[in-house]
């Protein structure tokens, strides 16, 4: 689903990433790393906000130069995101699909109410997002990925301040999430990723340390 290919961006003197490659299937994919090993740098190259220096990515068959193409297959989660405090959930949600260019309000209201389900905030559709827990905001933070359907979804370290029984939460969005979808997951914590991801990557210092199945990265470990 994801051909990454010697994947490589610097920043001014610093490199972030050097010759990347991966492949990612449909499935849940870890992405582990410490911070500083590049995680952030591919996955805003991947969600298209950032241009590589070299190299190339095609999701789907589709080049990721593409930019029309390819917008509507990503939903993105970034590890810092931006919600607007004084709106509710349903006003946020309805912005960003507006935003992604569903013009349909009847469309809109539609996916917008499956997905508050789905995360379960329906019961919190009409309150202010300031009232929010962190983990309530990080739903809705998927809620907002997922608009439109992505056929990939992309989280960057989703689980930082969040309690215990908030990560099981969110890891079982993720998980089902994942069921229909390519989902990349990074985090500097591996057991975010243990109960989910078959599959992982390490970056180290912007390179591929390790890629293949968890079972094996801990017989190394
Ligand atoms: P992470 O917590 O994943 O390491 P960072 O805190 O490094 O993420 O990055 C947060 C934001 O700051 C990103 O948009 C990143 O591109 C930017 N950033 C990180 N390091 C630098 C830097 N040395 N100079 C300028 N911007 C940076
Ligand atoms: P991670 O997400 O694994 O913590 P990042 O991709 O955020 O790693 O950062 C990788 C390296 O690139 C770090 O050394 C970071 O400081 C640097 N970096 C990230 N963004 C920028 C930027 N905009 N300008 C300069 N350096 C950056």
Redesign the pocket.
């Known amino acids: 689903m994801i051909e990454i290919r010697n994947l490589t961006k610097s ?1 001014k003197k610093h490199t972030a990433l050097q010759d990347v490659s991966l492949d990612i299937k449909q499935e849940m994919f870890g992405l582990l790393g410490p ?2 090993a590049g ?3 591919l996955m ?1 190259i991947l969600a298209t906000l950032l241009t590589p220096t070299k190299g190339s990515v095609r999701m789907g068959g589709i080049d990721l130069a593409d930019a029309e193409q390819i917008r509507p297959i990503i939903g993105y989660l970034p ?1 810092y995101f931006h919600l607007y405090p004084q709106l509710t959930a349903l006003e946020f949600l309805d912005y960003v699909a507006v935003m992604k260019g569903m013009n349909r309000p009847s469309e809109r209201r539609e996916q917008i109410l499956y997905l508050l389900e789905q995360v379960n905030l329906t019961d919190k559709a009409r309150a202010k997002i300031r009232t929010f827990s962190g983990g309530m905001k990080q739903r809705l933070g998927i809620a907002q990925a997922l608009l439109g359907d992505p056929r990939v979804l992309i989280v ?2 989703p689980t930082a301040g969040l309690d215990p029984e908030e990560r099981v939460r969110f890891r079982n969005l993720l998980n089902q999430s994942s069921l229909s979808r390519t989902v990349l997951l990074s985090t500097h914590i591996v057991a975010d990723i243990e109960s989910s991801c078959s599959r992982v990557a390490v970056l180290s210092r912007g390179q591929v340390a390790f890629a293949g199945s968890l079972t094996e990265l801990q017989a190394c470990a």
């Open positions: 920043y911070n500083g995680k952030t740098t805003r590890q960057d370290e």
